[in-house]
């Protein structure tokens, strides 16, 4: 069995041209069978929910992640472009960038490291585990029909631990230079497009954000006891010297936080991580975040409490000075999102099971298995809005919803990539149909073997 390019045609549109003839026949096979099996993404199950377990030639599906000649960087470029086109054509891109850990054993596996389970662990317990550490960055966009963000990957990149360096010998990247070159190389993809990068506060860099902030729009978490200042006093004409970076100290957040005189503002957020409605506090200001030997940053920062006293204080800070703090948590509550597409990608897209040892392998199957969750939505909106397709929600008696999930839309792209052409052109289905015996064999063999 194997799947037609009509089947597929937003994909062909967008990553055909990327391949020779003969490899992008061989990758529409693993990118439908990638969407329509379960539980582990290896090539073999790909190629056994496509009918294909008996082909004796099986190695030139392999040989499409780990030799073949496409570039992934082209491949990412063209996504964005799709997702951009199809679901954000106007208005600032809200990206959320993060990393996760893909949990993999094995001694052919160069690149992997040992690093904090940040899921397991807590302030007193820390739990790590062993795995290779990917850099994400995705479009944070609202899908019509979901009615919610979702965060839609389309540029992952493998971060070495540095016992991969040494061996390599070459220093060490870090996560933060990591996400400098791919902001950068974003924003020259885009280069018309408004774009506002969300991160964690472990991208708190001056670095990073002294190399973003001319590009690209950041918003992150800040300490309460960041070095803030004022700008630089004018400089008197015939002075002699190397310039000042920076004016007086500005007091802390940490004591702006306790300080009595300090006027707060209510603010209502109508999403909160989740949570709904939530009233908080916040106080604003600028300033040019200094410290030794790294670049001067200005900055608008934004301190906020909670009025009912359930959550610790926070700051965040925006290299927009413009910017309003409604903005800015507006913004960064948005990212959040990109921790539903890391659960999601695990739970429906096999991902933490795939089994390549070689590295040109293991760094082209990881991005796709991500890649795919915004596949599955390109497809989703195109047989809905183009092909009409109605989107059925999973209901039960327990379990209630009135949006679609991404478990819907893959039910609805796996639906339409199993179901034969000609069975919908009769005026009425019958309650009995007939289907050929290679697809009722790949039925039942996956039913069979479902996790």
Not at 255 to 261: E, G, H, Q, S, Y
Not at 262 to 274: A, D, H, P
Not at 435 to 441: G, Q, S, T
Request: glycine share 4%.
């Amino acid at each position: 069995m194997a799947t037609s390019s009509s089947k597929l045609a937003s994909l062909s549109l967008i990553f055909e041209s990327l391949f020779s003839k003969r490899v992008w026949q061989s990758a529409q096979v693993l990118l439908a069978g990638a969407i329509l099996c379960v539980g582990t993404r290896t090539v073999t199950s790909c190629l056994r929910v496509m009918g294909l377990a008996g082909f004796s030639r099986f190695q030139r599906f392999h040989r499409v992640l780990s030799r073949a000649r496409w570039s992934s960087l082209h491949a990412s470029r063209r996504l964005l472009q799709a997702l951009v086109e199809a679901f954000a054509p106007e208005g600032p891109l809200v990206m959320a960038l993060d990393d996760t850990i893909e949990r993999r054993r094995g001694p052919k596996i160069a690149a992997k490291g040992v690093y904090r389970d940040a899921v397991a662990s807590s302030e007193k317990n820390v739990v790590k585990v062993s795995g290779l550490r990917w850099l994400c960055l995705m479009l944070v966009t609202t899908i019509p029909w979901a009615g919610r963000l979702w965060a839609l990957p389309f540029f992952s990149v493998l971060v070495p631990s540095k016992p991969y360096y040494v061996d390599q010998r070459r220093s060490a990247r870090k996560l933060t230079d990591r996400a400098r070159q791919m902001v950068r190389l974003t924003k020259r993809w885009l280069p018309d497009r408004e774009i506002v990068v969300t991160a964690d506060s472990g991208f708190s860099s001056l670095k990073l954000l002294h190399a973003a902030r001319k590009r690209v729009t950041f918003v992150t978490r800040l300490k309460l006891n960041a070095g803030l200042y004022d700008p630089p006093p004018p400089r008197p004409p015939g002075t002699v010297g190397r310039p000042r970076l920076k004016g007086a100290r500005q007091p802390k957040l940490c004591d702006i936080l306790v300080d009595p005189k300090t006027v707060w503002e209510s603010l209502t957020m109508s999403k909160w991580y989740g949570t709904g409605e939530r009233k908080i506090e916040v106080v604003t200001g600028t300033a040019l975040w200094y410290h030794g030997g790294k670049p001067v940053v200005p900055v608008r920062w934004v301190l906020v409490r909670d009025p009912l006293h359930e959550l610790d204080p926070q700051a965040f800070l925006c290299t927009n000075l413009n910017t309003t703090p409604a903005q800015i948590l507006g913004w960064f509550v948005q990212r959040w999102q990109i921790e539903v597409t890391f659960e999601e990608a695990r739970a429906h897209l096999g991902m933490e099971t795939q089994r390549q040892w070689s590295d040109k392998a293991i760094e082209r199957s990881t991005p796709i298995v991500l890649a795919l969750y915004s596949m599955v939505a390109l497809l989703a909106k195109e047989l809905i809005e183009k092909q009409q397709q109605p989107m059925f929600i999973r209901q039960a008696a327990w379990y209630r919803k009135d949006c679609a999930t991404f478990s819907d839309t893959i039910a609805l792209v796996r639906r339409h990539l199993w179901c034969s052409e000609d069975i919908w052109i009769s005026g009425k289905p019958p309650d009995t149909i007939k289907i050929p015996r290679a697809l009722f064999d790949c039925l039942m063999d996956t039913l069979a073997y479902a996790a």
